[in-house]
Nanobody
């Protein structure tokens, strides 16, 4: 499985961005898919995850502002980010957990999101 994240960029505070993660090599419709982020000097954190049945979970800092979704027909994962804040600045990674047991085994290369104040 290969994951390719895209959609990052520079945006002003209060703005919006949509990240995409295209998967190839195997369909990931049964996988748990997640978005993570890592800011300079900070640990990587889970932003949002979506299960194969469509259930979602979000980190506390993004609840109500970010929306994770998936299009299994296109093998693509999305992260809609609204009301962006400077503290959302980070490299965002998509990841896939095939089994729900062994954790996220496949990772994209990351896309940089910079939110200016």
């Amino acid at each position: 499985v290969q994951l390719q994240a895209s959609g990052g960029g520079l945006v002003q505070a209060g703005g919006s961005l949509r990240l995409s993660c295209a998967g190839s090599g195997r369909t990931f419709s049964t996988y748990i898919m997640g978005w993570f982020r890592q800011a300079p000097g900070k640990q990587r954190e889970l932003v949002a995850a979506i299960f194969s049945d469509g259930r979602t979970t979000y980190g506390d800092s993004v609840k109500g502002r970010f929306t994770i979704s998936r299009d299994n027909a296109k093998n693509t994962l999305y992260l809609e980010m609204n009301s962006l804040k400077p503290e959302d600045t980070a490299v965002y990674y998509c990841a896939a957990d095939p089994t729900g047991i062994n954790g996220y085994m496949y990772w994209g290369q990351g896309t940089l999101v910079t939110v200016s104040s």
